[in-house]
């Protein structure tokens, strides 16, 4: 043995030298929401309450974003379909709850409503449009954009151009005291945060739905299926598997999850034209940075995304935006595939 430090391509140190420094980046980070906080801290970043408020709001964005990359990555990740339209699906989901929710006075049969609605919008999209085009990404991605378009006036001749906003229920309204101690009081008393009980729902939501999906794709019949379908359909279909139907049902379950997240996100931000946008790039981002197909990839890429777009915003509204691509120009440079993309 040499003794040498193992070190990876590009002069990247080994990956117990990278889990050495996220343990170690973890700690601070926990001392720094547990502790009260010396001067000369706060005086170098701002109030705790502060940067606090950007790190759980970055955090719970990347649960919204996560809930939107996830069908993503399923449909363009996964299947190698483009499907450019995928923030429209969003946005329209959005609108198709606001309605049921308004109709009917109940939040959850909003969002029963848009995931059933936009699950079968996702399956007849692979029927009518995606089946005729299997393998030529440039018609898939021309047919999908010139599909936005029509879909946005669409949405805008139906709905206007105002800005909607679902009301959230009462047992999912308020405010819940964490445990990070902002401040004492003269005699001593630590003052606590309190945090938005429907933020926490919502991350809670896409952890949910983030472990259901791994465990689908990795440790069920029908994840195989998906896989094999992926990577060698002749087999599959020789094998008496019925392809087509494995295919409209990932493309219900990705469309459904947009409509889904529409909801969630109308009600924690806000439903306008242009939010259709807003998600679509979100989503490729997403996807590019944590790696195609890989819902681990995705979540880690929506973290880093949530974090970058709530701190820039905090403490540098000018330039914030710029980190979101600082983050994906990085990506590409040391790992083309993703962060947790498969290479070739």
Request: aromatic share 10%; proline share 3%.
């Amino acid at each position: 043995m040499s003794g040498r430090t193992e070190t990876k391509p590009f002069g990247l140190p080994s990956s117990r030298a990278w889990a050495f420094l996220g343990l170690l980046a973890a700690a601070v980070l926990l001392w720094m929401f547990l502790a009260v906080w010396p001067d000369w801290l706060s005086w170098a970043i701002g109030p705790k309450k502060t940067f606090v408020n950007a790190i759980l709001n970055g955090i719970t964005l990347a649960g919204l974003y996560f809930l939107v990359a996830s069908g993503f990555t399923l449909v363009f990740g996964l299947m190698r379909n483009v499907n450019l339209a995928h923030g429209s699906l969003y946005l329209l989901g959005a609108y198709i709850g606001y309605d049921i929710a308004n109709m009917t006075g109940f939040w959850l049969l909003g969002v029963a409503g848009a995931l059933a609605a936009l699950a079968l919008v996702g399956a007849a999209l692979q029927i009518l449009i995606f089946r005729r085009l299997e393998g030529d990404e440039l018609r898939q991605t021309l047919v999908t954009i010139g599909l936005s378009i029509v879909a946005a006036d669409l949405m805008l001749a139906t709905w206007s151009g105002n800005t909607y906003q679902f009301t959230i229920p009462e047992w999912l309204d308020g405010a819940v005291a964490t445990p990070i101690v902002t401040a004492l009081r003269s005699d001593g008393e630590p003052v606590y945060m309190k945090y938005p009980l429907y933020r926490i729902v919502v991350l809670a939501a896409a952890a949910v739905i983030g472990l259901a999906l791994w465990l689908t794709l990795n440790r069920t019949r029908m994840g195989m299926m998906i896989r094999a379908a992926v990577d060698d359909r002749a087999m599959l279909d020789a094998s008496g598997v019925n392809v087509q139907l494995v295919f409209a049902a990932v493309f219900a379950i990705g469309a459904g999850l947009a409509g889904f997240a529409g909801v969630v996100g109308g009600s924690v931000l806000s439903i306008a034209p242009g939010e259709d946008v807003r998600y679509l790039l979100a989503s490729l981002v997403v996807v590019i940075v944590g790696g195609m197909g890989s819902v681990t990839g995705a979540a880690i890429g929506a973290l880093l995304i949530g974090l970058a777009e709530q701190i820039g915003l905090v403490y540098f509204p000018t330039y914030g935006v710029v980190l979101t691509f600082i983050i994906m120009v990085v990506t590409l440079a040391i790992r083309p595939q993703g962060i947790m993309g498969r290479s070739g």
